[in-house]
């Protein structure tokens, strides 16, 4: 059975084919842009279901890129990138990628990858229960959280490490524990992820994301989502 469109931004003609083969080989469709003017018209033409996106491209970074796209969609939009640095893994993450692949990969690593940006992105464990804490509401069937009776645009993401902390009120949460529930096994010990998307939601449901009340650090620990009146 043929899954979801993936869009390619590569324009290393021995990584897309390798890219492109690895994705057939699971299911998916596949298309190729090897720059970011091309990759955006494809984008809005063929409305991909996942992007793999390289960010040295001969037109321009690909951080731009995400943001553009971040601007119309959710869509998991993964980096495949050389480069190595955690400033600019944290730099991806935070214009908007879900994941963050470095070059030399192996195929089973990111099939893996993009099997789980795609749980992240439909939701895990739905159920028809909505949750209030404070003045922010998360909706579990229509996959929305509301603060204050306004929608938040969150990002899939965004959406479940909300979702986990709301369902996990008042607890001490590691870190290796809230990689481990919202991205998957494997991540453990991903921490720029955690701190740049934690980072990221502070500034959406917080009144002031450098004096958090809801998210709050346990030093060297993890994290306490703040719930005084929780409705599970």
Same mark, same amino acid.
């Given at each position: ?51 793999? /996106? =390289?960010? %040295?491209?001969? #037109?321009?970074?690909? +951080?731009? @890129? ?26 991806? /993450? =935070?214009? %908007?990628?879900? #994941?963050?692949?470095? +070059?030399? @990969? ?127």
């Amino acid at each position: 059975m043929t899954k979801d469109l993936v869009l390619i931004v590569e324009d290393d003609p021995a990584i897309s084919k390798m890219l492109h083969y690895i994705l057939k080989q699971d299911g998916y469709k596949c298309i190729i842009s090897e720059n970011l003017k091309n990759a955006l018209r494809t984008f809005q033409t063929h409305n991909p279901e996942i992007i793999l /996106l =390289d960010l %040295g491209l001969p #037109d321009g970074d690909g +951080k731009s @890129f995400i943001k553009t796209v971040r601007k119309e969609t959710t869509i998991p939009i993964i980096i495949v990138s050389a480069r190595h640095d955690e400033h600019e893994i944290v730099a991806a /993450l =935070d214009a %908007g990628a879900d #994941d963050y692949v470095i +070059k030399p @990969f192996s195929d089973i690593e990111l099939s893996a990858r993009i099997r789980s940006a795609q749980r992240r992105s439909i939701g895990v464990s739905p159920s028809h229960d909505t949750i209030v804490c404070g003045d922010i509401i998360l909706e579990h069937d229509a996959l929305v959280a509301y603060k204050k009776g306004v929608a938040l645009n969150l990002t899939p993401t965004e959406f479940n490490l909300l979702k986990y902390f709301m369902t996990h009120p008042n607890q001490v949460l590691t870190h290796a524990n809230v990689l481990k529930e919202v991205w998957g096994v494997g991540y453990q010990n991903e921490m720029h992820y955690l701190r740049t998307f934690v980072n990221s939601l502070r500034k959406k449901i917080e009144d002031d994301s450098s004096r958090p009340h809801y998210i709050v650090t346990q030093m060297r620990v993890g994290y306490r989502f703040n719930c005084e009146n929780e409705k599970l």
